[in-house]
T-cell receptor
Framework: DVKVTQSSRYLVKRTGEKVFLECVQD?????MFWYRQDPGLGLRLIYF???????EKGDIPEGYSVSREKKERFSLILESASTNQTSMYLC??????????FGPGTRLTVT | GENVEQHPSTLSVQEGDSAVIKCTYS??????FPWYKQELGKRPQLIID?????GEKKDQRIAVTLNKTAKHFSLHITETQPEDSAVYFC??????????FGTGTSLTVIP
């Protein structure tokens, strides 16, 4: 059974702080994704990675960066957190059969 | 890029009735269409999917239909039960391995 875990379920940070959200999958998937989920907007893709050290911008990459040093770990970085980055962040891992498996989500509040 | 639209945004049905959620997509190259169910406070879970070489797929009370010519696909839930209450997301994926999500449908099944 695929397992995708995220480092925190709830996080509260101050404006201007650097924030790290980590995601780990245990199925040796090459593709990993970071989404943010906001009411009425669905899931929007921030960044994705199709291999170690490879990354591609999604639809809303501004204010975010990512790191993929190991295949199982994909990190989302908020360089200087702002209040409009308060959201639910979901990581996902993608199998060769195209099926996406989501992590439990991190609810980030920036004050 | 791909654009996925989902309707309705909210849906209330009586227990035992059927529920239908519809999505349209814009990119004719999309070839994989999953549906996710997200219960309150939980991660999205894949419930059914369909590929472009198939017109319909059924799994117990859940079915998905795909019309490639019209570029739309639908989720059908029959004999709804209170535990079907959740937010449902459609998605489309094709070239580039990106997933594009609809904005979600909040389904309430009234006992």
């Amino acid at each position: 059974d695929v397992k995708v875990t995220q480092s925190s379920r709830y996080l509260v940070k101050r404006t201007g702080e650097k924030v790290f959200l980590e995601c780990v999958q245990d199925m040796d998937h090459e593709n990993m994704f970071w989404y943010r989920q906001d009411p009425g907007l669905g899931l929007r893709l921030i960044y994705f990675s199709y291999d170690v050290k490879m990354k591609e911008k999604g639809d809303i990459p501004e204010g975010y960066s990512v790191s993929r040093e190991k295949k199982e770990r994909f990190s989302l970085i908020l360089e200087s957190a702002s209040t409009n980055q308060t959201s639910m962040y979901l990581c996902a891992s993608f199998s060769v059969a195209y099926e996406q498996y989501f992590g439990p989500g991190t609810r980030l509040t920036v004050t | 890029g791909e654009n996925v639209e989902q309707h309705p945004s909210t849906l209330s049905v009586q227990e035992g009735d059927s529920a239908v959620i519809k999505c349209t997509y814009s990119d004719s190259a999309s070839n994989y269409f999953p549906w996710y169910k997200q219960e309150l406070g939980k991660r999205p879970q894949l419930i059914i999917d369909i590929r472009s070489n198939v017109g319909e797929k059924k799994d117990q009370r859940i079915a998905v239909t795909l019309n490639k010519t019209a570029k739309h696909f639908s989720l059908h839930i029959t004999e709804t039960q209170p535990e079907d209450s959740a937010v449902y997301f459609c998605a489309a994926s094709g070239t580039g391995n990106q997933f594009y999500f609809g904005t979600g449908t909040s389904l309430t099944v009234i006992p």
